[in-house]
Antibody, heavy 120, light 107 residues
Framework: QVQLQESGPGLVKPSETLSLTCTVS????????WSWMRQPAGKGLEWIGR?????????NYNPSLKSRVTMSVDTPKNQFSMKLSSVTAADTAIYYC????????????WGQGTTVTVSS | DIQMTQSPSSLSASLGDRVTITCRAS??????LNWYQRKPGKAPNLLIY???SLQSGVPSRFSGSGSGTDFTLTISSLQPEDIATYYC?????????FGGGTKVEIK
């Protein structure tokens, strides 16, 4: 059974870069799309983007965040990561990683989420 | 981006009740609509994909219907373990977008 676990600092200063990692256990990271979502308090879920890795690596980012987001994969560690630069208080949210079951943005496995607060 | 509007934002029902949640898209999305359940402190769970297909392992009391712009998630007989927030998601176009959620509570 595939499980996902997000990790990263819970507090990030304004203008700095938020870095999160998602560890995949119980299955291989290769051959799937892996996504990041977030949910600010009192607001809806927002798709940040996704990364695919097999023999090649492919990315899709939300246009609203594309200028600030970078995603990567560490296949030997079965991990994928996200960096969000120049953060502001508006980036405070619960961040989720998830597996896209078939490349159609249907997320069949999710992490529990990690809370990130942007504050000085 | 396609806007997804869920209603109601919250509801209170008795155990055994039939519960219906609606989701409306700002434009036609064919059947590219999924439903998720999120319980406090737990990972979200895929319930329904492409409007009406039940994800493996999900109880049969959950069902989905609709196409175009209007969709529904139905719980045929509300159980205590169904207390959660439910979200719809369109995957017709990128970026995929989610509804605001419907919180289901026991009356």
């Amino acid at each position: 059974q595939v499980q996902l676990q997000e990790s990263g600092p819970g507090l990030v200063k304004p203008s700095e870069t938020l870095s999160l990692t998602c560890t995949v256990s119980g299955g291989s990271i290769s051959g799937y799309f892996w996504s990041w979502m977030r949910q600010p308090a009192g607001k809806g879920l927002e798709w940040i983007g996704r990364i695919y890795t097999n023999e090649i690596t492919n990315y899709n980012y939300n246009p609203s965040l594309k200028s600030r987001v970078t995603m990567s994969v560490d296949t030997p560690k079965n991990q994928f990561s996200m960096k969000l630069s120049s953060v502001t208080a508006a980036d405070t949210a619960i961040y989720y990683c998830a597996r896209d079951r078939d490349g159609n943005n249907v997320m069949d496995v999710w992490g529990q989420g990690t809370t990130v607060t942007v504050s000085s | 981006d396609i806007q997804m509007t869920q209603s109601p934002s919250s509801l209170s029902a008795s155990l055994g009740d039939r519960v219906t949640i609606t989701c409306r898209a700002s434009q036609s999305i064919s059947s590219y609509l999924n439903w998720y359940q999120r319980k406090p402190g737990k990972a979200p769970n895929l319930l329904i994909y492409v409007a009406s297909s039940l994800q493996s392992g999900v109880p049969s009391r959950f069902s989905g219907s609709g196409s175009g712009t209007d969709f529904t998630l139905t719980i045929s007989s509300l159980q205590p373990e169904d207390i959660a927030t439910y979200y719809c998601q369109q995957t017709y176009s990128t970026p995929p977008t989610f509804g605001g959620g419907t919180k289901v509570e026991i009356k």
